[in-house]
């Protein structure tokens, strides 16, 4: 059975750094390209990071470059999304899933929320 579940929001100031961790069980993070999106209030989800089967990250949006990177352990069948310097535009609620999969599925987590705010 495929579970995927975000942990690691908060609340930080700007300029604050934190990881949040995507645990997934009933297929390999090895084998599949994993996704972080995000979706702030009133707006449309956005891709933002991924990482490949290779281990090499993808970046969807210039503003994360330099600030944001994926890893993960394949191991423990995680992935994390460790976030540098966060600024007030990172609000959102994160989601990690499997590259392809639908969003409504199984292969995407409930998400969590992170709020940078000073």
């Known amino acids: 059975q495929v579970h995927v579940v975000e942990s690691g929001g908060g609340t930080v100031r700007p300029g604050d750094s934190l990881i949040l961790s995507c645990e997934v069980s009933?297929?390999?993070?090895?084998?599949?390209?994993m996704l972080w999106t995000r979706q702030a209030p009133g707006r449309e989800r956005q891709w933002v990071i991924g990482i490949t089967e290779g281990g090499s990250n993808l970046y969807y949006k210039e503003s994360v470059k330099g600030r944001f990177s994926v890893s993960r352990d394949g191991a423990k069948n995680m992935v994390y999304l460790q976030m540098n310097n966060l600024t007030p535009a990172d609000t959102a609620v994160y989601y990690c899933?499997?590259?392809?999969?639908?969003?409504?599925?199984?292969?995407w987590g409930q998400g969590t929320q992170v709020t940078v705010s000073s």
């Open positions: 009933g297929f390999s993070v090895d084998t599949a390209i």
């Open positions: 899933g499997k590259q392809g999969a639908a969003l409504n599925s199984d292969y």
